[in-house]
């Protein structure tokens, strides 16, 4: 349905889409991931028509649309900030594209009343956008945006003008709504679990450059490098050498940190000696009670408990580590068994829950 | 350091404090010498007395306001102030509009310097431009009045509405033009279904501040008024050399009070201080 191929678009000296591929099919929502300033507005505004690429090629319903305006493409677009007209009603706002698209005139009045019923919006039809509160601002937008049957569905932000309880409840309604009407989507956001929550494929960047495309879980426990394992969820880090191969199991092996620990992983397919960034997510680490021996694919960590704090529904538990480092568990916050401050406690972690990076910038011989 | 520092702080708090009651006092000199001459204006207009005698005067009338609004010379002159105002106004709303349309196609280095050249008349003296102007309106042979005093006023008031125009052009957001286009409006629809309604009362703001500024000229009038067609301001000082009486007194109260409405409608629409800032502050 949406080809990006290639599309290269330089600001100065900067870089704000550099070789960006992807596809999104029909009817597929598609979320674009990022830090501030990776290009995620840019590649939206490519799409739309907006900026021209320096190089590259954009196709919508595969027509070649690369060299088109923004009015010759069939784009919906909603904005951080809403962009409705302000002198318009809310019913002229949306049928304003439809007038536009050349909709025949008899049918844009019950065409509006239907996309208002939508966004649950009926009756509102005659206020200007100042009379609403931002959340129905959005959701006209919403609805000027879709009334069109574009072919594309750009959201660049739609909900972080909005406050947290508020924007998880839209989320949910303009996920529901986007999937019933069948809109090939793309929604941009810098907030992870608005990506993981509206879209089954995430697309994460890295100044201007595509990082990782997976579903929600591949990003979350199949990152493919330390970029995107680092800018989705939090894990504890360390940094292991491969001991040569062996160790008496074909789908384990063995990594020493540089404080000596040994940490028993899934073999990743590199020579002895390569270094690697080994990581795990906090609630994949399980406190046991001390003297318990590990299985072959289990290493035990001991530490002091440093800090305990119960966040409603977990609680974050920072222990110290003999050799100095820190390490994060998450438990769910249950009554029992929160380990006091100074207690001794012992951790274990399961080989197939550890993250193994090649180290970035040295050459790992994969 | 900090043991040097902490001296000279109760210092500065008394400079600080000296400063800003120097800053009170300059507001309020300020203010009174704005606004002691309108005010002794304002006590002449009313003098029921026939001759400029001592302030303030004894009983208070509205004589010279009769005489004002039954004089068919100063009339006259104040038919003229309107339509020649309006006319140049009308006329420079419509030449900002265009000018400004043109300057936002063209690139930001051209648009910048056409701007700065189209708002120069505003630290030209009007003296040089009334003068130039009437000999190069006598050279092509323009002896008209009227027609001498709309150009004349074309050029007083262009640099106002234009610089209202752009501003209030580029004040429209453009998320919204882009929102437009996205819906399937061309460049020649977003113009004139968006930006345009959008910058509407910023423009109109501009068109009514310059209808003021033309309204009170002297200077630029001066030189292009014929026996017939002369306007107000140009008919009450040259009433005044001919015979001093507090006619102008009344005139000047007048025009202030209308000066003021406008102001007053002009606020409403947008807010004055900042139509006077764009206007006052060239390039
Ligand atoms: N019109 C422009 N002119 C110059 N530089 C630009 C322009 N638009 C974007 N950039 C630069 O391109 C880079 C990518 O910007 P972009 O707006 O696409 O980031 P983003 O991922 O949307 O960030 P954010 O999460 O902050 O919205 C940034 O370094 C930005 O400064
Ligand atoms: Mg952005």
């Known amino acids: 349905m949406l080809e990006v191929r290639n599309v290269t678009k330089h600001f100065g000296a900067t870089v704000a889409a550099d070789a960006v591929s992807f596809t999104v099919a029909q009817g597929e929502i598609v979320s674009l991931l990022g830090p501030s300033g990776c290009g995620k507005t840019t590649t939206l505004r490519l799409i739309a028509g907006f900026e021209r690429p320096d190089s590259g090629e954009i196709r919508i319903g595969g027509r070649d649309v690369t060299g088109t305006r923004p009015y010759e493409r069939n784009v919906g677009l909603l904005f951080q900030h809403y962009a409705l007209f302000p002198h318009m009603t809310v019913r002229d706002n949306v049928a304003y594209g439809l007038r536009h698209r050349g909709w025949p005139k008899a049918e844009i009045p019950d065409r509006v009343s239907a996309m208002l019923g939508l966004v649950k919006l009926q009756g509102l039809d005659a206020r200007l956008p100042a009379k609403l509160s931002g959340g129905q601002q959005q959701r ?27 924007r998880h409840e839209l989320r949910v309604e303009i996920k529901e709504i986007l999937r019933s009407v069948g809109s090939t989507t793309i929604i941009v956001t810098h907030d992870q679990e608005e990506a993981m929550g509206m879209a089954a494929r995430i697309i994460v960047m890295e100044k201007g450059r595509i990082r990782q495309v997976g579903s929600p879980d591949d990003i979350y426990w199949r990152p493919g490098n330390r970029f995107v394992a680092g800018f989705v969820g939090r894990s504890n880090w360390f940094v292991g050498r491969a001991a040569g191969a062996g160790g008496g199991s074909p789908t384990l092996s063995t990594l020493t940190t540089e404080d000596g620990f040994e940490l028993r992983v899934a073999a990743p397919n590199g020579r002895a000696g390569a270094i690697y960034d080994v990581g795990i997510r906090p609630e994949r680490l399980e406190i046991v009670s001390p003297g318990a021996a590990p299985a072959a694919d289990e290493t035990l960590i001991v530490g002091t408990v440093l800090d305990v704090s119960p966040l409603g529904a977990e609680r974050h538990i920072v222990l110290r580590l003999p050799a100095g480092g820190q390490l994060t568990v998450i438990q769910p916050n249950r009554a029992a068994a929160a380990p006091g401050t100074g207690e001794t406690v012992t951790v274990r972690a399961r080989a197939a829950d550890w993250m193994v990076l090649p180290r970035e910038g040295e050459s790992s011989g994969v | 350091m900090s043991a040097g520092l902490s001296p000279s702080r109760p210092w500065r708090r008394r400079l600080d404090g000296m400063l800003s009651g120097i800053s ?30 001592p302030l303030p005067p004894p009983s208070f009338s509205l004589q010279w306001f009769e005489r004002f609004l039954s004089d068919p010379y100063l009339m006259q002159g104040l038919r003229t102030s309107l339509m020649v105002s309006t006319t140049a106004v009308l006329i420079a709303a419509a030449a900002g509009v265009a000018t400004a349309l043109f300057l936002n196609r063209v690139s930001p280095r051209w648009s910048e310097l056409l701007t700065a050249f189209f708002v120069s008349p505003l630290i030209v003296p009007p003296v040089v431009i009334g003068f130039a102007l009437l000999l190069f309106l006598s050279q092509v042979g323009i002896v008209e009045g009227f027609v001498r005093l709309v150009c004349g006023h074309l050029i007083l008031t262009i640099p106002y509405t234009i610089r209202a125009t752009l501003a209030s052009l580029a004040g429209v957001d453009r998320t919204l033009l882009e929102a437009a286009s996205s819906l399937g409006a061309n460049e020649r629809r977003v113009f004139w279904e968006i930006t345009f309604p959008l910058a509407r009362t910023g423009i109109v703001a501009g068109a009514i501040f310059a209808f003021a500024i033309s309204m009170d000229d002297v200077a630029v009038s001066m030189f292009l008024t014929d026996a017939t067609s002369y306007t107000l301001p140009v008919a009450l000082v040259s009433n005044m050399r001919a015979n001093f009486d507090l006619t102008i007194a009344a005139a000047s109260m007048l025009l202030v009070l209308f000066t003021i409405l406008l102001i007053v409608v002009l606020d409403r629409l947008v807010g004055v201080d900042r139509v006077m800032g764009q206007g006052l502050h060239p390039a």
């Open chain 1, 140 to 166: 006209v937008a919403l609805a000027r945006a879709l009334a069109t049957e574009p072919a594309v569905v750009l959201l660049d932000e739609p909900l972080s003008a909005l406050d947290a309880k508020l």
């Open chain 2, 24 to 53: 009170g006092a300059v507001v309020v000199l300020a203010f009174l010498f704005l606004l002691v001459p309108l005010g002794i204006t304002g006590l002449m207009a009313f003098d029921s007395r026939s001759y400029l005698g």
